[in-house]
């Protein structure tokens, strides 16, 4: 009887495992297909719910961003996460994109709880920023 508590034991656990496993390489496998339907800049690989946050210093983004422009140009991509964003570095590539392509860089990234805040009434928010800039 012990043996069988034990054998059950061990095949949920074992099972535990080879579905996690198999959701993380489900996963893998999912961001690599939207990435290819994407027609997005070159950059380095992201890892499943990651993304590139492995190859980015949080303490000193700029500076890692710096080092992957070196390897990948200009323009690349990295992910924060499920978040994609393009990177673009220096102030010639900058420059061309907001003179000659602002349609497609032109516009801001949506805020969330901004969105919520004025659905319901349609009036405007103001936001204060406080601190040292």
Not at 62 to 67: M, V
């Given at each position: 009887m012990?043996?069988?508590?034990?054998?059950?034991?061990?095949?949920?656990?074992?099972?535990?495992?080879?579905l996690?496993?198999?959701?993380?390489v489900?996963?893998?496998?999912l961001?690599?297909?939207?990435?290819?339907?994407?027609?997005l800049?070159?950059g380095?690989?992201?890892?499943?719910l990651?993304?590139?946050?492995?190859?980015?210093?949080?303490?000193?983004?700029?500076?890692?961003?710096?080092e992957?422009?070196?390897?990948y140009?200009s323009?690349?991509?990295v992910?924060?996460?499920?978040?994609k964003?393009?990177?673009l570095?220096?102030?010639?590539?900058?420059?061309?994109?907001?003179?000659?392509?602002?349609?497609?860089?032109g516009?801001?990234?949506?805020?969330?709880?901004?969105r919520?805040?004025i659905h319901?009434?349609?009036?405007?928010?103001?936001?204060?920023?406080?601190?040292?800039?």
């Amino acid at each position: 009887m012990a043996m069988v508590k034990i054998l059950l034991q061990y095949l949920s656990t074992s099972f535990l495992l080879s579905l996690a496993g198999g959701l993380v390489v489900l996963m893998y496998f999912l961001t690599r297909s939207k990435k290819s339907i994407c027609s997005l800049p070159p950059g380095p690989p992201p890892l499943p719910l990651i993304g590139n946050l492995n190859v980015v210093d949080l303490k000193k983004p700029f500076q890692s961003l710096t080092e992957l422009s070196e390897k990948y140009g200009s323009i690349f991509t990295v992910y924060f996460g499920p978040r994609k964003a393009v990177v673009l570095a220096g102030y010639e590539t900058v420059k061309d994109a907001l003179l000659n392509h602002a349609e497609e860089f032109g516009e801001r990234a949506e805020i969330p709880i901004f969105r919520k805040i004025i659905h319901g009434n349609g009036k405007q928010a103001f936001v204060l920023f406080f601190g040292l800039f």
